[in-house]
């Protein structure tokens, strides 16, 4: 998928760990995994906004665009 | 008076079955008395509900069996999507409805009613046929009376089987939405 989740490294940068972060969002552990591991489908802003004033970072640090390669 | 969702799912539960076992019967009734009859020719008088082919037996067996296959076939079949009903109803779960084996389980409906009604149409002809050639057939097309109305259903359910098949995308799309 061109979309890259890179939670982890903001999750390291911050030193947090994921049962931290969940319960910080909101979110069950499943749903952050399923985030986390790049198997989502769509985030809702919602969620996006939650995690970024948990990680105190911009939502271009945790998502990043790599073009499919050919 | 509102009735709750759950005193409705237990009671299209106990009617399927209901049907489904009366169906089973008249099927087995219907099996044993045409197989008995080739032993006893008498059986051909009354083979369920008053059915009396006793005539056909004695001027061409043929035609007889054939009848006997045809309608026996017809109401092995209608027991049989009954059957997936029920399994289909067991398989659902109300939290998450649309399942790969659920929808599975209407397409089968829909295949089993539309093959239900197919093999109806062919044994309502047969027996016109029949009737033409100045055989008596007595009541035996009372078994077939529903062939165009399991067609319709098949359709209807096929419809509802694709449209199932998108509420699973939907739903699957949803689940790994956070």
Same mark, same amino acid.
């Given at each position: 998928?061109?979309?890259?989740?890179?939670?982890?490294?903001?999750?390291?940068?911050?030193?947090?760990?994921?049962?931290?972060?969940?319960?910080?969002?909101?979110?069950?552990?499943?749903?952050?995994?399923?985030?986390?591991?790049?198997?989502?489908?769509?985030?809702?802003?919602?969620?996006?906004?939650?995690?970024?004033?948990?990680?105190?970072?911009?939502?271009?640090?945790?998502?990043?665009?790599?073009?499919?390669?050919? | 008076?509102?009735?709750?969702?759950?005193?409705?799912?237990?009671?299209?539960?106990?009617?399927?079955?209901?049907?489904?076992?009366?169906?089973?019967?008249?099927?087995?009734?219907?099996?044993?008395?045409?197989?008995?009859?080739?032993?006893?020719?008498?059986?051909?008088?009354?083979?369920?509900?008053?059915?009396?082919?006793?005539?056909?037996?004695?001027?061409?067996?043929?035609?007889?069996?054939?009848?006997?296959? @045809?309608?026996?076939? &017809?109401?092995?079949?209608? #027991?049989?999507? *009954?059957? %997936?009903? !029920?399994?289909?109803?067991?398989?659902? $779960?109300?939290?998450?409805?649309?399942?790969?084996?659920?929808?599975?389980?209407?397409?089968?409906?829909?295949?089993?009613?539309?093959?239900?009604?197919?093999?109806?149409?062919?044994?309502?002809?047969?027996?016109?046929?029949?009737?033409?050639?100045?055989?008596?057939?007595?009541?035996?097309?009372?078994?077939?009376?529903?062939?165009?109305?399991?067609? @319709?259903?098949?359709? &209807?359910?096929?419809?509802? #089987?694709?449209? *199932?098949? %998108?509420? !699973?995308?939907?739903?699957?799309?949803? $689940?790994?939405?956070?």
């Amino acid at each position: 998928m061109p979309i890259v989740v890179n939670l982890d490294v903001m999750m390291a940068k911050r030193k947090m760990s994921l049962n931290e972060l969940a319960d910080k969002v909101g979110l069950t552990l499943a749903n952050l995994s399923i985030l986390k591991t790049g198997k989502a489908k769509a985030v809702r802003f919602s969620t996006l906004e939650a995690i970024c004033k948990a990680l105190d970072c911009q939502p271009g640090d945790i998502l990043e665009f790599l073009a499919d390669k050919q | 008076m509102e009735i709750s969702q759950k005193t409705l799912d237990t009671a299209i539960k106990v009617l399927t079955w209901i049907i489904f076992i009366g169906l089973c019967i008249e099927a087995g009734a219907i099996l044993f008395n045409f197989v008995y009859s080739a032993f006893r020719p008498v059986a051909a008088h009354n083979l369920y509900k008053g059915l009396d082919l006793s005539g056909l037996l004695e001027n061409d067996p043929g035609h007889y069996w054939a009848i006997g296959t @045809l309608v026996f076939s &017809v109401m092995a079949l209608k #027991a049989q999507v *009954f059957i %997936k009903v !029920i399994s289909t109803h067991q398989k659902m $779960d109300a939290n998450k409805p649309f399942s790969p084996e659920v929808a599975a389980g209407i397409r089968q409906i829909s295949y089993y009613a539309l093959w239900t009604g197919l093999l109806g149409l062919i044994a309502e002809g047969y027996l016109d046929r029949l009737t033409k050639l100045g055989l008596d057939v007595d009541a035996a097309g009372t078994f077939l009376d529903d062939s165009k109305a399991m067609i @319709l259903m098949a359709m &209807v359910v096929f419809f509802i #089987a694709r449209i *199932f098949q %998108k509420g !699973i995308e939907l739903q699957t799309e949803n $689940d790994l939405t956070v």
